[in-house]
């Protein structure tokens, strides 16, 4: 262990700093392997183009006039096709080598100041040369940015610190120097950073790309130095053992050698094209690692060699791991950046020069200790005492063969190198908003290395931010002529995004999928491609291949799953989500809440569905969306306050309208029907072409609450906006509203919709509708009786109710005429005929359900009209309601409390009634009388009825009590106001008999007034 760790044998003067630098090129190592492998992802990092698909989700279902009405709302579907993003600058990598390289630029300077007279200024050349290739002056420090004062002033700064320390204070520890050399660097740097015409970001970028070339130089220089370390470690390997008897022979060590020499020419071969594949492929930059590891222990053993200009202790050691660590870092910075140039540098740098030099070091041990060897001595120890042939003939010879193959590749690293440094400097200038310069750069870089991967994409995305889009589809092709990549495959295919591109597209995702055959991503996109057409067996087949290849599995099981959704197969969508145990991709959970909305199965809510205040992605969107249109009905206010939070955010500005309907759900089947509605219809009034969907979901709202007056409304809103749905719903509502002769018409003009469904079920009503009652009661099937029952039922005799009812015989459609017959004389307010109606329907209806609920309520009302509060208050919490019906008890309460003369608990109650249930002209009418007699001084009944009418503004009811309270206000412009549209809802005769009584109560008013001011 001592030998590994030769330096614990040093004072610690020198030891430290020595660890310290054994640290940093250790780091700079391990920057470089991280970027070997995650460089070009980043900088060309896969990219998703999220589509939304529509589809119509169910919301609400609900049964009137024997015709199921279901709301539906837009639902989404996400597909999410692969992309590649813009090319991401790795400015942490230019801080990185920044920082290392100001540490080495001390440890160097530090270390040629222990050098002898010549050697000094042979390393202070080097330096200068460093420096110089910053172009410092062009950051506007010192001077003009066309002279060189900031270089002269750098130069004469280390000129001066080295020297005084070579020349007059060699008694100066190295720890020292280290540390005076580090406060120089940290001192000009400072000044660099504070007096630069650019920010410190851009700075550091300009540094880093800079000196690139010069770094490039400098790894040159290291890769020569270790060019036959590892023939030299083969050959310790093979006579290092204490005993003779346990070294290799010389086949061994010549067998091992020449397998490693041979391994380089096969690199080399396949470089120049000679040879194809990967036939005893060995990566070039293992190599060198493993050179450099060698290189520790051959740099102290050279010393032999270089012991009259300088010591191994500190001086060879230091620059050994200054030349390392500089190398380390620019390879690294080079995978970092994508540079593909460079790349093919060094790679190609570290061939010629292991090959040319350890070839020529195997010839040298060879013929000075092939006989040593086959003794099986310790030949590693006298490694560079030649008694033949010298060692400078391995640099010479080496210097000679490295110059060959260069030429004979026509001085492609000459070129590459330069194509790598305009690269680098194209990224600068695309950093600081040069696009001029940056293209111009990026051009050099093409010419200098024909169609390398990193200027043709760099081009290809300065031409896609300027929507040049033919120019990057050029850059595009020539980069895949030159190397072919699955992510330039798919961002070519993406440029042919419109349909009368569709083969284009299909062409290029083929060329990919042929080129890289286990690329899922290009799968992926094939299989969307195909989603297009009705080629329904590519699609399974190309789904079936990327969920075998690609990493993201989760992905293609959302398109997937989207794909089954919009085409209908729930057999297959069902198998696809037995195979998700669980997953977190909120796409595929998004598009699953979807799937489970259409199948009529609940999605529960979790925490994680909610991002903390904007939507940033779609698919945050449609995750929320979809799983909230699913949970609408379970009553949960709590999903107000994300709501609420997302729309507070102008970050989810975008999504405004899908939020503020969610909002008007939420508020509807959760019990605020007010705020709903004035929500929606705000919605509804901005919506512009979309403006017709939201009137449509107005008149569900109100068919469900029975005010089918406002809901003809609203649907004939949606239908003048062109919205189908609304055609069929228009009629019913106005059937519904006992408005018969115009619900034939819109009957009539269903047909304009072209729908077959619709126009048949339109036809038959329409039929029914025109029937007379002996021949429905004769004739007609009993689904027509019970349709014309509900249809004309305020208008209909005792007797043809009684005889409508006793002919239907189908058990779902008589109790349905039973309860209409409940309805019948319950609105006659004939409470005896009523009372004996629910015995008859009660005997027949179910348990539970709609109908149940719908003459339980109509029991209670009874109950409550004929003064059975004792009773009413009994049974009310043991009859069978539904959920929304459930609110009914609030008033039941409230009217309770306010006969039993408890104002103060009537008053709670009825404000509350009045938030849930602002839809019921009884509840509203019955709230306004109790404030009124209860707080006649306060305007409370007057706004009751105000909003009562504003909600509802079809109801005569409400009208007629608010024309009153408006008059006992003595608001007679708003009373007036309220006949003119009483004129429009009532018929003349009842219109008549209001009026007297409304100029009965005026009168009296008037004379109260008169008779106040006497």
């Not at 970050?651 to 508020?667: A, C, I, S």
């Not at 126009?759 to 021949?775: G, K």
């Not at 014309?788 to 779902?812: G, M, N, T």
């Amino acid at each position: 262990m001592n030998k590994i760790k030769f330096w614990n044998s040093w004072d610690a003067d020198t030891r430290y700093p020595y660890l310290f630098l054994l640290i940093v090129a250790v780091l700079a190592l391990m920057l470089g392997v991280y970027h070997y492998f995650t460089g070009e992802s980043n900088f060309m990092a896969w990219d998703k183009l999220p589509e939304l698909q529509v589809v119509q989700v169910p919301v609400h279902e609900f049964s009137r006039l024997l015709e199921p009405f279901t709301l539906y709302a837009d639902g989404y579907l996400l597909t999410e096709q692969y992309d590649v993003a813009m090319p991401a600058l790795n400015k942490f990598a230019a801080v990185a080598l920044v920082l290392l390289l100001a540490l080495c630029l001390a440890f160097y300077t530090a270390a040629i100041t222990t050098m002898k007279r010549i050697p000094y200024f042979a390393g202070m050349l080097l330096l200068m040369m460093l420096l110089a290739s910053f172009n410092l002056d062009l950051l506007g420090v010192i001077g003009s940015n066309t002279g060189q004062t900031t270089l002269l002033v750098f130069i004469v700064f280390f000129a001066l610190a080295s020297y005084a320390f070579q020349a007059f204070y060699q008694q100066v520890s190295f720890s020292v120097r280290v540390m005076v050399m580090i406060a120089l660097v940290s001192l000009l740097g400072s000044f660099v950073y504070m007096e630069s015409d650019f920010p410190p970001l851009l700075t550091t970028l300009h540094l880093a790309n800079y000196s690139s070339l010069a770094l490039m130089v400098a790894s040159l220089l290291f890769m020569i130095w270790v060019g036959y370390e590892n023939i030299n470690a083969l050959l310790w390997v093979n006579t290092q053992a204490a005993k003779p008897e346990r070294r290799f022979s010389i086949w061994q060590f010549v067998l091992v050698s020449v397998l490693y020499l041979v391994a380089l020419v096969l690199l080399y071969l396949r470089h120049v094209g000679y040879v194809k594949g990967d036939l005893f492929y060995i990566n070039a930059f293992v190599i060198l690692l493993i050179s450099a590891i060698a290189g520790f222990w051959g740099m102290r053993q050279r010393e032999v060699l270089y012991g009259r200009l300088f010591p191994f202790k500190p001086t060879g050691a230091i620059i050994y791991l200054v030349f390392a660590t500089i190398t380390f870092l620019s390879i690294g910075y080079a995978y970092a950046t994508a540079n593909d140039s460079a790349i093919s540098v060094f790679h190609n740098l570290i061939v010629y020069t292991h090959l040319a030099f350890g070839a020529f070091f195997f010839v040298y041990v060879m013929v000075n200790f092939g006989d040593l060897i086959n003794q099986r001595l310790a030949v590693y120890k006298v490694v560079y005492e030649p008694r033949k042939l010298p060692v400078y003939t391995i640099y010479t010879m080496g210097a000679i063969l490295l110059a060959i193959l260069v030429m004979r590749t026509q001085f492609r690293v000459y070129f590459n190198a330069y194509a790598g440094y305009y690269s680098y400097l194209g990224d600068l200038y695309q950093s600081s908003d040069n696009s001029i310069l940056a293209e111009r750069f990026y051009r050099e870089s093409d010419l200098f290395d024909n169609h390398n991967m990193k200027a043709s994409f760099s081009l290809s995305a300065m031409y896609r931010a300027q929507n040049e889009r033919n120019k990057e589809i050029l850059s595009l092709q020539e980069a895949l002529e030159r190397s072919p990549n699955p992510k330039l495959y798919i961002r070519l295919a993406n440029l042919y995004d419109r349909k009368q591109y569709f083969f284009e597209k299909l062409y290029v995702l083929q060329q990919g999928a042929e080129a890289f055959p286990k690329n899922g991503e290009i799968y992926n996109n094939l299989a969307l491609l195909y989603a297009q057409t009705s080629v329904h067996d590519s699609v399974a087949y190309y789904f079936d291949l990327a969920q075998r290849h690609a990493e993201n599995q989760d992905l293609v099981r959302s398109n997937r799953l989207a794909y089954y959704t919009r085409q209908a197969m729930p057999d297959e969508a069902k198998e696809l989500i037995t195979e998700i145990r669980s997953t977190k991709y909120k796409p595929l959970r998004s598009n699953m809440a979807a799937l489970n909305q259409l199948l009529g199965q609940t999605s529960d809510i979790k925490e994680d569905d909610f991002v903390a205040d904007s939507l940033e992605r779609v698919e945050d969107l449609t995750l929320f969306y979809n799983k909230t249109i699913s949970s609408v009905n379970n009553g949960d206010t709590s999903l107000l306050k994300p709501i609420n939070r997302y729309l507070g955010s102008q970050e989810n500005r975008l999504f405004m309208e899908d939020l503020l309907y969610l909002k008007g759900l939420v508020h509807h089947y959760d019990g605020r029907p007010k705020e709903a509605r004035s929500v929606v219809e705000n919605l509804a009034l901005a919506a512009g072409e979309r403006s017709g969907y939201y009137y449509n979901a107005l008149g569900h709202w109100m068919m469900e609450e029975e005010n089918y007056g406002a809901a003809a409304h609203y649907f004939k809103e949606a239908k003048d906006r062109g919205f189908t749905q609304a055609f069929l719903s228009h009629a019913y509502a106005l059937a519904l509203n006992h408005q018969t002769d115009e619900a034939v018409e819109a009957l009539r003009e269903v047909a304009f919709t072209e729908v077959e469904s619709a126009v048949a079920v339109a036809q038959s009503l329409e039929e029914v509708l025109e029937q007379a009652p002996a021949t429905i009661i004769t004739q007609a099937p009993d689904h027509d009786k019970v349709q014309y029952l509900i249809a004309y039922l305020p208008d209909l005799l005792p007797e043809d109710v009684d005889r409508i009812v006793k002919s239907v015989q189908e058990k779902d459609l008589r109790r349905e005429a039973l309860v209409a017959k409940v309805d019948y004389f319950m609105g006659r307010r004939e409470w005896k005929q009523a009372n004996e109606a629910i015995k008859e329907a009660a005997t027949a209806l179910r348990p539970e359900g709609e109908l149940r609920s719908r003459l339980n309520l109509q029991q209670m009302r009874l109950w409550l009209n004929t003064k059975n509060h004792e009773v009413l208050v009994k049974r009310m919490d043991n009859l069978y309601l539904t959920p929304k019906d459930k609110r009914q008890k609030l008033y039941f309460r409230a009217k309770i409390a306010e006969v039993k003369g408890r104002d103060r608990e009537a008053a709670e109650r009825y404000s509350q009634s009045l938030k849930m249930l602002l839809y019921d002209e009884q509840v509203v009418e019955d709230a306004a009388a109790f404030f009124a007699r209860y707080s006649p001084a306060e305007m409370q009944a007057y706004d009751i009825l105000l909003d009562g009418i504003t909600y509802n503004p079809y109801s005569a009811r409400l009208y007629k009590a608010y024309a009153l309270e408006s008059v006992n206000r003595g608001l007679v412009s708003y009373a007036d106001q309220a006949l003119v549209s009483l004129r429009s809802l009532l018929p003349a005769s009842e219109y008549s008999t209001f009026k007297e009584k409304f100029d009965k109560q005026r009168r009296a008013k008037e004379a109260a007034a008169d008779q106040w001011q006497l």
